[in-house]
């Protein structure tokens, strides 16, 4: 399995050479391409992309709003995130409904979604994908994962939230305002990954802290706290491919 990072760059105005564009990443397996997340970065350029299926975590503009003019191929979301994307010129053939907790099925890879908290207007999932012998979970916006035991079991790694590294941006929502929302620092994700035994994590989604940061700089510290948990860290970057076996 590859995957290839083609945007790693969160919700937010700043952009670098590093972190251009909206974050996606292709899943290659056996010749074939799945396509995560398709933000307004993407919008157009999916048909340069090609994919042969695209899979959505949620529907928020930079996930998914790149399909507002239709998609070359299959679509894969959940309910809630179609209800936004309800509109979009996508036939009816191409759109596949994704149930949390049930397994599907790729090209020989498997998608598992897990709720996880993050939006109210936009709820997401995390997807575990699994081809071969490699497991990885894929998350690039959260506050926390419900079944985070279940969803990280045997991963070998993490591809997560990189919006930002120590301060929660997360604020109560919800008529209670009860429910939090937003996205959980780089460091609990690293301590998930401690408990879980998660040995390797991978960030995307970068804020910006990250992509208007000096990185050498940031990256130290970011290893210094996956270092302290006994995870290994990389900050993912427009085009840094994975080769996993
Ligand atoms: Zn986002
Ligand atoms: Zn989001």
Redesign the pocket.
């Known amino acids: 399995m590859k995957i290839t990072f083609i945007g790693t760059r969160?919700?937010i105005d700043a952009k670098s050479r590093r972190h251009r564009r909206?974050?996606s990443a292709i899943i290659s397996y056996r010749s074939k391409r799945v396509m995560i997340d398709c933000?307004l970065d993407w919008r157009k350029k999916v048909w340069k992309v090609n994919p042969d299926s695209i899979v959505i975590t949620h529907g928020?503009p930079?996930?998914a709003f790149g399909l507002k003019d239709g998609s070359p191929c299959p679509v894969y979301a959940t309910e809630p995130s179609w209800e936004i994307m309800k509109r979009y010129p996508i036939p009816a053939p191409y759109r596949y409904l994704v149930k949390e907790r049930k397994p599907f099925k790729l090209y020989g890879i498997t998608f598992e979604a897990f709720s996880v908290l993050h939006s109210l207007i936009a709820p997401a999932v995390g997807y575990r994908i699994s081809g071969g012998r490699v497991l990885i979970f894929y998350v690039?916006?959260l506050v926390y994962i419900n079944e985070r035991y279940k969803a990280l079991k045997d991963v070998q790694i993490y591809i997560g939230d990189g919006?930002t590294i120590t301060n929660p941006i997360i604020r109560l929502s919800g008529p209670n305002r009860d429910v939090p929302i937003g996205h959980t620092p780089i460091r609990t994700q690293l301590t998930w990954c401690k408990k879980e035994k998660v040995p390797r994590a991978i960030f995307t989604?970068c804020g910006s802290k990250i992509v208007e940061g000096d990185e050498r700089v940031l990256g130290a510290k970011i290893r210094a706290m996956a270092k302290e948990r006994g995870v290994e860290v990389e900050i993912a970057y427009d085009g840094m491919e994975l080769f996993l076996r």
């Open positions: 969160g919700y909206h974050s933000g928020h930079d996930h690039p916006d919006a989604h």
